[in-house]
Each structure stands twice: as C-alpha cells, then as structure tokens.
C-alpha cells in the first residue's frame, strides 16, 4: 500500500536549521509530484514547496531562500533541508505526493511537528 513517512522534526532556535525526509513507497515515486506543506495551530494548511518529477521546484514567497525542496528517486524520498529557522515556521510539516493523468492521485503523509522557539 502506499505510505509516506515523514521525519527529521523537532525543537530548534530561530536561526536554526532542519532537515525533514519523507520516505515513500508502494507508488512510481519517480513519476509524482512531491511537495511539503505545513499547517499551524488555528490556520489551514498551506503549500511550502514542490518538485515535479523533472526536478522543478517552487517555493512559497515566506520560505524562498530559506528552505530547499530535493528528491532522490532513487531512495525514493523527498527532503526539505530548513535554514534560517523563524518562530513563524512553528507547524506541522505534511509530505504529499500527486499525479494526474486520467485519473488523479493524491497521498498524504502523517506529518512532523516543527517548533522553532528559544
């Protein structure tokens, strides 16, 4: 079945760094788009950063220079290497995979809890 897990979460001071790794199987993960959201207490859930399966890359505007989506389809994971920790990057992190085709597909991890605080 397909599962995505994530890990690399934790508690770290504003100028710090993270690194999350999202480990997938029972997909082609080489042929889906990945990304990472997040979603923090009282607020809804919104897109940090994706890759297509061709390596493109796109950022939310609150992490660009900041934060760095890559992908091993080999290992068949997604990274999101995190600098520059702020306290507003308090949240917990989603790994997602999707696909459209004819049909559409749609994977949710079951997410990693980021607190950036002194």
């Known amino acids: 079945q397909v599962q995505l897990v994530e890990s690399g979460g934790g508690l770290v001071q504003p100028g710090g760094s993270l690194r999350l790794s999202c480990a997938a199987s029972?997909?082609?993960?080489?042929?889906?788009?990945m990304a990472w959201y997040r979603q923090a207490p009282g607020k809804s859930r919104e897109l940090v950063a994706t890759?297509?399966?061709?390596?493109?890359?796109n950022y939310a505007d609150s992490v660009k220079g900041r934060f760095t989506i890559s992908r091993d389809n080999v290992k068949n994971t997604v990274f999101l290497q995190m600098n520059m920790l702020k306290p507003e990057d308090t949240a917990v992190y989603y790994c997602?995979?999707?696909?459209?085709?004819?049909?559409?597909?749609?994977?949710w991890g079951q997410g990693t809890q980021v607190i950036v605080s002194s």
């Open positions: 029972g997909f082609i993960f080489s042929a889906y788009t």
């Open positions: 997602n995979a999707y696909r459209r085709t004819l049909l559409e597909y749609n994977y």
């Open positions: 890759i297509t399966s061709g390596g493109s890359t």
